[in-house]
């Protein structure tokens, strides 16, 4: 005997399915239909609520999305007006620069000036100063060399003062000994009193005035100023200002301190004295040395 295997669920749903639809049509489900409805009414409200709800967040993304792209615009505006900005400053700071060396060189119409920059030892050229790694030699690069006619043993200075001057040359580039250089060496002036010595810098790049004869008078706050002697240099440079005063009545000679008018970490611009007129040492006068007070002896009386 064989045995039907066709599924009898499909028939018996179908079957459903029709007499729930005459029913409906008859009316005889209309108040279950009511019951179902009234339960169904909340749940229908919300998804019809749900739906600008769900318009309305992706119009908030949209909109969040367009304010981020904008802030990214202003971002960048704001780097490149900073950038801006420290271009002009530069600018200005250049300009003030050339303004003062423009000025220095009016005042000076016997140096025969040659302006260069500052250059640090790398390719890009940056108008730092360049320094020895060892911290032992202290010199600048310049970017004035012997095609600009500059060569060994000319004075560097800036308006403010002394700076050193040429040791060794190139094509387009020049290297200066500073004055605070241990083995750098400039004939001296006290401005105030024209007492002589020798100025000279150390391992520490400080400045130091020696070789002043004891009998001459020197002070905190006098400036030093070249003597010309010698003709290195020309007379009545700036070199610095005393800052202390070391004497000792057993020495032959007294020194000082002396706090340099340039600032040599902030060197950006420089002036090289290619020519200038060598100081007349017969028309110095010659400083006369003060004389240590005796002491008075207080006459004994007589017996």
């Known amino acids: ?27 005889v489900l209309q108040p279950l239909e009511n019951v179902a409805l ?47 900005r420290v271009r002009v400053r530069e600018l200005e700071n250049e300009n003030t620069l050339l303004r003062q060396q423009l000025a220095y060189k009016q005042a ?5 000036i040659l302006g260069a920059a500052v250059l640090q030892r790398n390719p890009d050229l940056a108008r730092v100063v360049g320094q020895d ?37 190139g094509t387009h580039w020049a290297k200066v000994l500073l004055i605070t250089d241990a083995t750098s060496a400039v004939n001296a002036v006290v401005q105030s009193t024209r007492a002589t010595g020798i100025v000279q810098g150390d391992v520490n790049g400080n400045l130091t005035i020696k070789y002043v004869p004891q009998g001459e008078a ?19 440079l700036v070199i610095g200002q005393v800052t202390a005063v070391r004497k000792h009545d057993i020495e032959l000679f007294q020194e000082a301190e ?10 950006e611009f420089v002036l090289v004295l290619k020519k200038f007129t060598p100081a007349d040492i017969t028309q110095e006068p010659t400083p006369t040395p003060t004389a240590a007070p005796r002491p008075t002896r207080t006459p004994t009386p007589a017996r």
């Open 108 to 112: 000076n119409p016997d140096f025969d």
């Open 38 to 84: 009234s339960w169904l009414q909340p749940l229908l409200q919300r998804v019809r609520d749900i739906s600008p709800s769900a318009q309305d967040i992706a119009g908030s993304l949209a909109d969040v999305n367009a304010l981020r792209e904008q802030v990214r615009q202003l971002q960048n505006q704001v780097v490149e007006l900073n950038i801006l």
């Open 133 to 169: 790694p060892s911290n032992l030699a202290r010199y600048i690069i310049i970017d004035q060399g012997s095609e600009e006619g500059v060569k060994a043993g000319m004075p560097v200075v800036t308006p403010q003062g002394l700076v050193g001057r040429v040791t060794a040359t």
């Open 218 to 236: 020197i002070k905190i706050g006098d400036l030093i100023l070249t003597s010309g002697m010698g003709g290195g240099f020309p007379k009545r």
């Open 258 to 267: 002396i706090q340099p008018s340039v600032d040599f970490a902030r060197l």
């Open 1 to 27: 005997m064989h045995t039907s295997n066709r599924p009898i669920l499909p028939i018996i749903l179908v079957a459903i399915a029709l007499l729930a639809l005459i029913l409906h049509t008859v009316g």
